[in-house]
């Protein structure tokens, strides 16, 4: 397991990128960003598809930068798929396999992780765009890389479909062991499938590091709509309706406070924390921050609550999240 | 049906084309391929590979036989090593070839701007490199626009006049081809009726071509299309 390292300059027009991070070897790490920003872009010149003007990559202890895509050992899984028209599921998946380093994935191997064995001798022309997301990750995964690169693999993909496959690439990077860097914009996705953070805006990086940390902070907040200030919570440490693994973005606005422990609620998700922070938004709001055993979280409230609940750094309160709103 | 003659006529003629096809085939497809990127010099490369379309036929004969002629420079080579091409069926095959480059290199090139770039993308991340890439990509893709391109050549090539005679001359049996037997007996008096039979045969081999074409370029639609 090798981690990812970059220091990139690039310059296109008016636009600019000038990105240093890391994607640490274990654990998957998203890079996340409003459009425009540059995430495409930099997946890019990690994988060596564009040249940075100037810029390093390592890999472990190699440095790849000045390597030709083919000698990288990086995967990269786009945003459309790209299926190779001429052939079949099976022979894309085949075409990778053929060019792994080592041996020892077979087409079926990879096809049972995936679910995608009834289709091995489809055409690739005729599949859905949530057959193709997986075939696309099967014939990654069966080039054997050292690193996987994802660009919003899930885009096209909606509900149901979306979370089965943020499931199954939160299983390929525990079975395989297989480093990710996810390209997203959703910050649902985000939470779910991140333990490491990289926040983009306008080609600088403006927050990196531990996943919940690093999405607490005000500059990365910025990057959020209004609606989704929130925090990320494991996922197995509060009560949801559904099945969800990795961690759930708790908006802001879902978050009810409580001065006193409440009793006689339907809501399931009853936090005992305390105030660290105020922050005045405008008139109309108060974004509160709270340190809970479960970690830190936020609640908007408006001025008239804050006043009569008398929120202050210290105060203890309860944060209350139903479960179907989750 | 055919006489004697017009048998070995025809038989000049596909053996003329089908070599001429294959012989360039190899060359058309890396010129068409390189026409297909950008480089630096690309707009002189398709100036030169369009040249015989632009100078009189008569003239690509000149100067194939200035350069391939017993004592031309590289046809003074090709002697010593017992390859004459002037006046000889394999000079007409060369002849025609060079005739019909230009139009064998920009159907294939067609074929290869067609393809979707992204996948030489998706194919270099997988590890195949830039001539497995040609190979494994480039090739397979735009197979049927070159099988298309192919038919399309060797139809132009069973017409090739000018630079033919000039360089191979007329010679019966070796390589008098239909439209050097054509002009032949309209030489001759009373020779029209002769020239009208090779007329239709050359006519009946034209459409063959185009209908090959036609169904090789639909089912490559078909394929592109998944």
């Known amino acids: 397991m090798k981690a990812l390292e970059a220091d990139i300059e690039v310059e296109q027009g008016a636009f600019s990128l000038r990105a240093r991070f890391s994607a640490p070897a274990k654990g ?9 920003s540059g995430k495409t872009t930099l997946l890019s010149v990690l994988a060596g598809l564009k040249r940075p003007d100037r810029g390093i990559v390592t890999l472990g202890a190699d440095s790849i930068g000045d390597l030709p895509p083919h000698r990288r050992g990086l995967g990269l899984v786009f945003q459309d798929a790209r299926l190779f028209p001429h052939l079949t599921v099976r022979q894309n998946i085949a075409y990778a396999a053929h060019r792994a380093p080592q041996a020892g994935l077979q087409v079926e191997e990879v096809a049972r992780f995936f679910d995608i064995v009834p289709l091995l001798d489809r ?3 005729n599949l859905s765009g949530g057959e193709k997301s997986r075939v696309a990750l099967a014939r990654a995964l069966a080039s054997r890389p050292d690193f996987l690169l994802l660009d919003e693999p899930f885009a096209a993909l909606d509900g149901i479909r979306r979370r089965a496959f943020i499931a199954t690439l939160l299983d390929l990077h525990k079975v395989h062991q297989l480093p990710m860097l996810v390209v997203t914009h959703n910050i649902d996705d985000a939470a779910a499938l991140g333990s490491h953070l990289v926040a983009l805006q306008a080609g600088v990086v403006v927050a990196a590091g531990d996943f919940a940390t690093a999405s607490r902070q005000a500059a990365f907040q910025s990057l959020l ?3 989704d200030t929130g925090a990320a919570i494991a996922a197995d440490r509060l009560l949801v309706a559904d099945n969800r693994r990795g961690a759930i973005w708790l908006r802001a606005d879902q978050v009810l406070l409580a001065s006193e422990a409440p009793h006689g609620l339907s809501a399931r998700n009853v936090l005992a924390g305390q105030v660290t922070a105020l922050r005045p938004e405008n008139d109309q709001s108060v974004l509160v921050e709270l340190a809970a055993p479960v970690g830190h979280l936020f609640s908007r409230v408006t001025p008239q609550a804050a006043r009569e609940l008398a929120l202050a750094p210290g105060r203890p309160v309860w944060a209350i999240a139903k479960a179907h709103l989750l | 049906m055919l006489s004697g003659e017009e048998a070995q006529i025809l038989a000049t003629s596909l053996w003329v084309a089908v070599n001429a096809v294959l012989w360039s085939l190899p060359f058309a497809v890396a010129m068409a391929f390189a026409l297909s990127r950008r480089f ?10 369009h040249l015989p379309i632009i100078l009189p036929p008569v003239l690509v004969g000149f100067v194939l036989l200035m350069l391939f002629g017993q004592r031309g420079p590289i046809g003074s080579v090709l002697a010593g090593a017992g390859i004459h091409l002037a006046f000889t069926a394999k000079g007409a095959a060369l002849a025609t070839a060079v005739m019909i480059f ?3 290199v920009r159907s294939i090139r067609l074929a290869f701007e067609a393809t979707d770039r992204n996948l030489f993308e998706a194919a270099a991340v997988l590890r195949a490199g830039p001539m497995d890439r040609f190979v494994s990509i480039a090739l397979p893709l735009a197979g049927p626009g070159i099988l298309a391109g192919m038919v399309m050549a060797f139809a132009t090539a069973l017409g090739e006049f000018g630079a033919v005679i000039t360089f191979a001359a007329n010679i019966p049996g070796q390589t008098q081809t239909l439209p050097l037997a054509i002009y032949a007996v309209l030489q001759q008096p009373g020779g029209e009726a002769e020239a009208m039979r090779l007329a239709v045969l050359s006519f009946i081999l034209a459409m063959l071509g185009l209908a090959a074409a036609a169904l090789l370029q639909r089912w490559a639609v078909r394929r592109l299309a998944g």
């Not at chain 1, 790490?29 to 459009?35: D, I, R, Y």
């Not at chain 2, 630096?40 to 590979?49: D, H, I, R, S």
């Open chain 2, 40 to 49: 630096p010099g690309k707009l002189a490369l398709e100036g030169v590979t």
């Open chain 2, 102 to 104: 230009p139009v064998f």
């Open chain 1, 28 to 36: 998957i790490t998203v890079l996340f960003g409003p459009s425009g």
């Open chain 1, 225 to 227: 709509d209004e609606r």
């Open chain 1, 123 to 125: 055409p690739t022309g």
